[in-house]
């Protein structure tokens, strides 16, 4: 005997369809269901829409100059865009407690903190910059005036965000050049001392001068020994050297052999401004050069140093502003939100389907 088991009977497709004529046929048979609720639901929308309280919107616009501080290293090494850098600050909690302070947002949002009135101020404001354009502060409150006193508040922040970093940056700028040539200073009065103690010391004020004075002083004796050894042997022709003046010059031209010797060994004198010994010239000389040199190099150090600090100065006078403001908000006269005119006419698309769908519903029940 064969059990025969008997499968659940297959389904037709164009049972699980949607018959829209079928569809109209209810709806049109439960029209005064179908205006009942979508009037209900559209009244009720439109409830809804009158009861959010209107925004108005006030629109502030800065135009970036790019960066101003080109001896800045970071300069070098900043990728973003003046617009970027004007919106991060803007966006920043220094900014945003000066605009609270200025407008006193804590009044004006009943915050309980200022932490409360930051966050109510972040969603109330906007920043939209484009590659190359206008940076926009948009502020949106049910009041036109205080919108309009956020916007022109956040402008006013952002400036003395800015004068207050450039007054920090130049006293940074004014401390590092003002310990660089105090040093420095330091630096070339001991080199002017040890020159002053080298001159002392060795007698060597002007090397050049000296030692031509030097020379020229030796050179003079040499002649004079020359002139009286041609006298002497002139004389000897004629004289024999038990002759009195045949000893007086061989007694002056001895006196001026010493006298070479001696200016050749130890100089011409004592004390400043004395010639040199012809042995001591080159090493004296050498060590008033090194000494010299050492003071002209902090000479010019600290002149450099004066000359850039001055530059400084007056490049932080003449610094001119990362921004310019091009509209300075304005009281609008009109609603920015919410549109409801838009909202109307989507409310009424919802009501008719919510009206179809519930006299759909009932035709089937």
């Known amino acids: 005997m064969t059990d025969t088991t008997l499968g659940p009977a297959p389904s037709n497709p164009a049972d699980d369809s949607i018959d829209l004529f079928d569809v109209a046929v209810r709806i049109l048979t439960q029209w005064r269901t179908f205006l009942i609720v979508s009037f209900l639901f559209f009244v009720l929308c439109v409830v809804i829409i009158y ?19 080109v001896s800045s290293l970071s300069t070098f090494f900043n990728t973003h865009s003046p617009g970027d850098v004007l919106i991060g600050l803007l966006s920043s909690r220094s900014v945003a407690d000066d605009v609270i302070d200025r407008v006193d947002l804590i009044h004006v949002f009943k915050a309980k903190s200022r932490e409360a009135a930051r966050r109510s101020l972040e969603g109330a404001s906007v920043f939209s910059s484009g590659k190359g354009t ?15 006193r956020i916007a022109n508040a956040y402008i006013d922040a952002l400036q003395d965000q800015r004068e207050g970093m450039l007054s920090h940056e130049a006293e940074m700028h ?20 040890d020159l002053k103690k080298t001159q002392e010391s060795s007698g060597v004020v002007q090397p050049e001068a000296q030692t031509n004075i030097g020379l020229n002083a030796i050179g003079n004796v040499r002649a004079q020994i020359s002139a009286l050894q041609v006298q002497l042997a002139s004389d000897r ?129």
């Open 51 to 69: 009861s959010i309280t209107p925004l108005f919107e006030a629109t502030a616009s800065i135009l970036p100059q790019g960066k101003d501080d």
């Open 134 to 148: 206008l940076v926009e502060i948009k502020v949106r409150h049910d009041n036109s005036d205080t919108a309009q």
């Open 174 to 193: 004014d401390r590092f050049y003002e310990q660089q040539l105090s040093k420095e200073a330091d630096a070339l009065a001991a080199a002017e001392q």
């Open 237 to 365: 022709l004629g004289e024999t050297d038990q002759n009195s003046h045949i000893k007086t010059l061989e007694s002056q031209i001895a006196q001026l052999q010493a006298q070479e010797h001696a200016m050749e060994s130890a100089g011409t004198g004592a004390g400043t401004g004395a010639a040199a010994s012809a042995k001591q010239m080159p090493e004296l000389n050498l060590e008033y050069a090194r000494k010299s040199r050492e003071v002209k190099y902090h000479e010019a150090l600290f002149t450099s140093i004066s000359n850039q600090y001055e530059a400084a100065r007056l490049s932080e006078g003449y610094s001119g502003a990362s921004f310019v403001v091009v509209d300075r908000a304005v009281a609008p006269e009109m609603k920015a939100w919410p549109p409801r005119t838009i909202m109307l006419l989507l409310s009424m698309v919802f009501s008719c389907l919510v009206g179809c769908l519930r006299a759909s519903f009932r035709r089937s029940r």
